[in-house]
């Protein structure tokens, strides 16, 4: 037998459980042969096989992002225009965009975009304004958190919602205080219309965008990703790329509970939790029943402090989109036919919602090591840590928020709060296991910055997030390498480098260990590799 390929002369950080450190590896057909010395792991050098010499760069085991919005992002990076802090940085710009695109958009084209930071902008366009600047053209603006959009007249008109609708179950039309639509929407009022909108999207407009989005990932170390929600055209799309060889990822499949007829679909099929292979696979069923802090709408005890939006109820302690028989029967139902339940939860409210449908799912059902996953779970107080830990429910922490949507966070609940966001040391020695995730396209792709945020408690603008619940280097990666594994119930295949796992490397220009963690989130990743094959190089 002679190695594919063999990397050697680097650092290559295995986060095996004894963390070992090793010069080379060798990879044969998608595979890790030996790990060791470079004199060692070179006796598998072969004629043809490739060799790198890594130059003394550090190699840590393939990233894996367990929950995000790939699908989503195919089409909002493709179809869609982004509007993100790096590119809108007012409500003026904003505007601009708008009047500037519009004015050559055909008679029957929309104006859709997603991303916007009502924060970093200094807070909403109107529906007025935006009625002023858009030639007529329906508009949609989604926040960067996907719960919150504002629209004009005109996009209202398209749904044909007239000024004095009612509000929609599990969602809202804000208005002022004449009563007025102010054009933003919450919730199932903004989701209602996205999910029409999501009829008209092909499945080779999902393949297409999909090839994209690998493409950012990669570029990141990331080499494997939970699609969170799945939608059937975008289950269709991987497919479609598996069978012509252009799947660069490894994907699991979260179905989307909030989709009635996909779940019945599954649930008729037997389709569980484990189908597929290394590439593709299901890895559970997901429902939102909880919103967002940083739009103020995900679910607390207490209500939000900070400034409200005008518009927005006060005092506010969000809203909760399930009716708590209605998400019970349908967790306990998925849960009893071997689908491993995912049920979104960000406040200590919303959190507990979540933890209440899981537990009558595992009274119904008893089952060992069901893993099941509160999605998000971002304020844990001490109770609901005790709580996880007698489930031996985990939680999939949104550790993206912290870098992207921290100082929302810090404004909106107070900085007091932070000692209980996203409390990564504390879940650490409590023996709650918290895998890590980005929720892109919520927030980005690149996992160096939450990385920087988990070790250091710090937003991108330096703001604190609760010194307390500071982390080891060490232990920031494996929420997304082990833990990340872990909770796609792929431990035997990935998440460390060792023999007869997947060969999923990421090559990296500096040492995590070594270098200032003041410099963690500028890490850049010089070459990434999937089943020994070099798919990215800088």
Not at 32 to 54: F, N
Request: negative net charge.
């Amino acid at each position: 037998m002679q190695a594919d390929l063999i990397l050697h002369g680097g650092n290559i950080a295995t986060l095996d459980k004894q963390e070992t450190a090793v010069d080379a590896v060798a990879c044969w057909q998608g595979r890790i042969i030996a790990i060791g010395s470079s004199d060692e792991v070179m006796a598998w050098r072969g004629e043809t096989t490739r060799v790198i010499d890594l130059g003394g760069k550090t190699v840590v085991p393939g990233l894996i992002d367990s929950h995000c919005h790939p699908d989503s992002h195919a089409i909002t990076a493709t179809l869609w225009e982004e509007v993100k802090p790096n590119r809108i940085g007012s409500v003026d710009a904003m505007l601009k965009l708008v009047e500037e695109k519009t004015a050559t958009m055909a008679d029957g084209d929309w104006f859709r975009a997603f991303g916007y930071d009502d924060r970093k902008c200094g807070g909403y366009p109107t529906l007025d304004q935006l009625d002023a600047v858009a030639h007529g053209k329906p508009v949609y603006i989604g926040r960067t958190d996907g719960h919150i959009a504002v629209v004009n007249t005109a996009m209202l008109r398209v749904f044909d919602i007239p000024d004095d609708a009612a509000d929609p179950p599990h969602g809202r039309y804000d208005r002022d205080e004449n009563g007025r639509m102010t054009g933003l929407l919450r919730e199932a009022a903004a989701r209602q219309m996205v999910l029409k909108m999501n009829e008209a999207y092909t499945v080779e407009q999902y393949a297409t965008g999909l090839k994209h989005v690998f493409g950012l990932y990669l570029r990141n170390g990331v080499t494997s990703m939970h699609n969170s929600l799945t939608k059937p055209r975008g289950v269709e799309a991987y497919m479609n790329l598996l069978e012509v060889d252009e799947l660069a990822m490894r994907v699991g499949i979260i179905v989307n509970g909030d989709d009635d007829r996909m779940t019945e679909d599954v649930l008729k099929a037997g389709i569980r939790t484990g189908f597929g292979d290394e590439w593709l696979r299901v890895v559970g069923i997901e429902w939102c029943p909880d919103c967002s802090t940083s739009g103020r709408t995900a679910a607390y005890y207490e209500p939000y402090v900070g400034e409200a939006v005008p518009g927005e109820p006060v005092p506010n302690t969000g809203m909760l989109l399930y009716d708590a028989d209605d998400l019970r029967e349908k967790v306990v139902r998925c849960h009893g036919a071997g689908l491993r339940v995912c049920v979104e939860g960000v406040g200590d409210r919303g959190i507990d919602f979540a933890l209440d449908a899981i537990e009558a799912a595992l009274k119904a059902h008893p089952k060992d090591d069901h893993r099941s996953r509160v999605e998000h779970c971002c304020y844990v107080t001490p109770p609901l840590i005790k709580r996880l830990k007698e489930l031996d429910v985990t939680d999939s922490s949104a550790t993206g928020f912290m870098y992207d949507l921290g100082d929302a966070y810090r404004n909106n609940r107070g900085e007091p709060a932070m000692e209980d966001m996203w409390p990564h040391r504390s879940l650490i020695d409590a023996g709650v296991p918290a895998p890590g995730h980005s929720d892109a396209n919520i927030c980005s792709t690149n996992p160096w910055p939450v990385f920087d945020s988990l070790v250091n408690r710090r937003s991108d603008s330096g703001g604190p997030l609760g010194k307390s619940q500071a982390i080891t280097v060490t232990e920031a990666l494996r929420t997304y390498t082990t833990l990340g594994a872990w909770t796609g119930f792929e431990e035997d295949l990935k998440g460390s480098i060792e023999i007869g796992k997947l060969a999923d490397f990421a090559v990296l220009d500096r040492d995590p260990w070594t270098i200032d963690s003041l410099d963690l989130k500028n890490v850049q990743v010089t070459a990434t590799i999937v089943g020994g094959e070099v798919v990215y190089e800088a």
